[in-house]
């Protein structure tokens, strides 16, 4: 029986959104863009460093999550082969990348046949990204812009459609992958992803406006789509996170998917208008 001078209690009252984690959130993404933005102003070795040693963490995570089990010898040798790539790119360039990487497949074969597909395929995509981002910053004025410009719509669409989807809500964008993924979520950091992207373009070259409006849409797709990525493959291996080393964000690899592609796609890019030594210029400049 219920008291009728009382409303029900029922799963349609409305509940009250958990803003708790909103502070370390913050204070993170504030730490890391402080250090990325140090990074791209230092260049040279100490860039081409930071991200070798920031994907060779993330393979780290990558590696306990193939394997089930904790880091191993050989799994060390895997990370210090992948952070070396990093800095052996500014040194010999993209061939001695490449073959870091190979030696660390080698390396993985050794290691046995269980778990060797998802082993190289993580150590191939993580070297193409630090190969790539090397690239992109290269050595000149322009890599600074383009590593602004491509965080900018990254991270922009991340705020967006976490603070747009936890206030709208909704219909689930993909339940099967990520349960706590919205529609509003995804058009809400569409639309301020590559809005603030725009504004950066229009500001930083004189490049056609059309321009950097498709690739700023293109790159906030995308970063979603890398989100949706990691969150199917950790679905495989039935985790919540990657790692916990950033307070309210996760591992390394959650704080990184959503530049996955959209370093692939500037790399792309760059390197077909500008050529392999001028992937920033070929980003920017048309």
Known sequence: MTDKGKAPSDARAPQRRNWADVGPRLVSAIVLIVLTATALYLGSYFFSGIVGAVYA???REWETMVSR???????MVLVGLLA???????LVGFVGSLVLVFVACVVAAFMGREHFAWRAAGLVLFGVLIAGAVSMRG????????????GTVVW????????????????????????????????GGLALGAGAGLLVWVVLTDSPWWIGLLLSVAISILGQLGDLSESAVKRHFRIKDSGDIIPGHGG???????LTFGIIL?????????GFGAVAEGLLYW
């Open 156 to 187: 922009m669409t991340d705020s967006a459609a976490f603070f747009t989807g936890r206030q709208i809500g909704g219909e689930k964008l993909a339940p099967g992958i990520s349960p706590s993924k919205t529609w509003s979520g995804a058009l």
């Open 84 to 90: 070396l790539s990093g800095l052996a790119y500014p």
């Open 69 to 75: 089990a904790p880091l191993t010898p050989a799994g």
């Open 57 to 59: 963490g993330a393979y």
């Open 252 to 258: 390394l690899m959650d704080r990184l998917d959503s």
């Open 266 to 274: 500037v790399s792309i890019v760059g390197t077909m208008h500008g």
């Open 139 to 150: 050595e000149s004025m322009a890599g600074i812009w383009a590593g602004v410009y491509l």
